[in-house]
């Protein structure tokens, strides 16, 4: 039977896991994660947590409290992380780690919503050694842990039209005692306002009410161009802080092309988009051919 809940969602992985295979083989990699996972999932019972499931290198959780997700969030990189004994053959290798709370549908042993992948949002977003947590995560904090957390960026969730603040706890002492103010992203030397797509007939636009936009041949991206060299979600256009990003996320990669008639390749990164220009997917696509897509942006 189905139950809603209001959780901390907490999902922990090893970082360069695929590389530990290939450089020390699977059974010394394989060992290594585990030992990883089994200390995840033993920090996670030890502050009142719950863990949902594992997969491969990495271990979802959620706790009753923020509070309790970060104690365990903090012993799991302590333990880990911070281990560098190379004694028993171990290799020393270090987590990320990202926190939401919201809530949940839980189901069986599994949890469903969109607070997950938010959680999950900000696993991706956090680096090796990071605890990261949104900031309604913050917003539901003791005093005490609050205290530890610096605000380190703004990023697009998908499904949200709003942007979610990014902190950071700081879980080492010695990063606590440094720490530097809080920066105040919000309307932060926003200059750029609106980005216009336009693609034969199809005109999408990002900007504060609609922060993305999804480009590729699956017919559920916003904007659908078909192509052999077009990957099913190709890229990605996102507002970030007054600022528009062009992400690749392909095979082939993306071609910009600017209104002096520059051109930029990207494969798996991103690059800012201003003025206006031409977008070609896979390809190199001049302006009024099938496969070109038009960008302006409006500052």
Same mark, same amino acid.
């Given at each position: ?26 059974? =010394?990699?394989?060992? =290594?994660? +585990? ?15 719950? *863990? ?8 979802? +959780? ?14 799991? &990189?302590?333990?880990? $992380? ?10 020393? *290798?270090?987590?990320?780690? !990202? ?13 469903? !919503? ?9 696993? $991706? &977003?956090?680096?090796?050694? &990071? @605890?990261?947590? +949104? ?9 005490? %842990? ?17 942007? *979610? ?5 700081? %879980? &080492? ?11 105040? %992203? ?11 797509? +336009?693609?034969?007939?199809? @005109? ?49 990669? =993306? ?45």
């Amino acid at each position: 039977m189905a139950k809603d809940l209001e959780v901390a969602i907490l999902f922990a992985d090893v970082v360069g896991s695929t590389q530990l295979y290939d450089k020390f083989g699977d059974t =010394t990699a394989s060992e =290594t994660v +585990s030992r990883c996972l089994d200390i995840m999932k033993d920090a996670t019972h030890q502050f009142n947590g719950t *863990v949902i499931k594992t997969i491969g290198d990495e271990v979802m +959780s959620t706790f009753p409290t923020v509070d309790d997700a970060m104690g365990a969030a903090s012993q799991m &990189q302590k333990r880990i $992380s911070n281990d560098k004994d190379k004694s028993d053959g171990h290799i020393p *290798v270090s987590i990320r780690i !990202g926190c939401h709370f919201g809530p949940v549908v839980q189901e069986r042993n599994d949890i469903f !919503g969109a607070a997950v992948h938010t959680a999950n949002r900000m696993t $991706s &977003q956090a680096k090796s050694r &990071q @605890v990261v947590m +949104s900031g309604t995560s913050v917003d539901h904090m003791s005093d005490e %842990w609050r205290a530890q957390t610096r605000q380190i960026d703004l990023a697009t969730v998908r499904g949200r039209l709003d942007e *979610v603040a990014l902190f950071e706890l700081l %879980w &080492q002492p010695e990063e606590a005692t440094s720490m530097l103010p809080t920066i105040e %992203w919000e309307n932060k030397g926003r200059s750029a306002t609106k980005l216009t797509l +336009s693609f034969r007939d199809s @005109v999408v636009v990002v900007d504060d009410r609609n922060k993305s936009a999804n480009l590729g041949r699956a017919d559920d991206n916003d904007l659908v161009i078909k192509g052999n060299l077009i990957s099913r979600i190709h890229a990605k256009v996102e507002m970030r802080r007054g600022k528009f990003i062009l992400v690749d996320q392909s095979t082939n990669g =993306t071609f910009l092309q600017n209104a002096q008639g520059e051109e930029i390749f990207i494969r798996r990164d991103t690059s800012t988009l201003s003025g206006e220009g031409i977008i070609g997917l896979g390809r190199v696509a001049q302006p009024g051919t099938p496969l070109a897509i038009h960008y302006m942006c409006e500052e």
